[in-house]
């Protein structure tokens, strides 16, 4: 589950925990692996938001984070998040 984030420091503490509750829901009822995760893109944001998305990906083995090194706007942090997914799957497909 990808999503990009834009100064989002005072929601993502709340939000997170939802997240987490969400992908849990649907890891046990088998719509989708226990290998997924929620990619935070952090695009660029002037604020926190990058420290907490460390934070919760240090913290919690379901999140995980990248950050771009500007503001790119919300399709190309998505596109990126993407990528990033797409990527990782394939690597770990061939360890």
Do not use: M
């Not at 503001?71 to 990528?83: D, E, S, V, Y």
């Amino acid at each position: 589950i990808v999503i990009p984030c834009y100064n989002e420091q005072e929601v993502l503490p709340i939000t997170a925990p939802l997240f987490l509750e969400q992908l849990k829901k649907l890891q046990k009822s088998g719509k989708i692996s226990y290998k997924s995760r929620i990619l935070f893109v952090d695009d660029g944001s002037r604020d926190n938001t990058w420290n907490i998305i460390s934070k919760l990906s240090n913290e919690t083995e379901e999140f995980k984070g990248i950050a771009l090194s500007r503001n790119r706007g919300h399709q190309n942090a998505l596109l990126a998040g993407l990528t990033e997914a797409k990527e990782k799957l394939f690597y770990n497909e061939r360890c």
